[in-house]
């Protein structure tokens, strides 16, 4: 079974990408470092958790962090 952690944020802004990948590394430096990749799905207030994100960010051992805004 895979390990699961989530962590919320509210930003009450419209994050820029390198903001959103910058939050990413933070979480994967503080709760990933025991899996190899962490995934972050970004939602901004008002958005439906059940819906599309708003961002996806993520990092990898060995391959660095990511942000996918499309």
Not at 4 to 27: G, M, Q, T
Not at 47 to 70: E, I, Q, R
Request: hydrophobic letters at 35%; glycine letters at 10%; charged letters at 25%.
């Amino acid at each position: 079974m895979h390990r699961r952690n989530v962590e919320v944020r509210v930003l009450s802004y419209s994050p820029s990408e390198d903001s959103l990948k910058k939050l990413a590394e933070s979480i994967w430096l503080q709760h990933g470092q025991d899996v190899e990749e962490l995934t972050t799905v970004f939602y901004l207030p008002g958005m439906n958790p059940k819906s599309t994100g708003f961002a996806l960010g993520g990092c990898m051992k060995g391959k660095g962090c990511y942000v996918t805004l499309d």
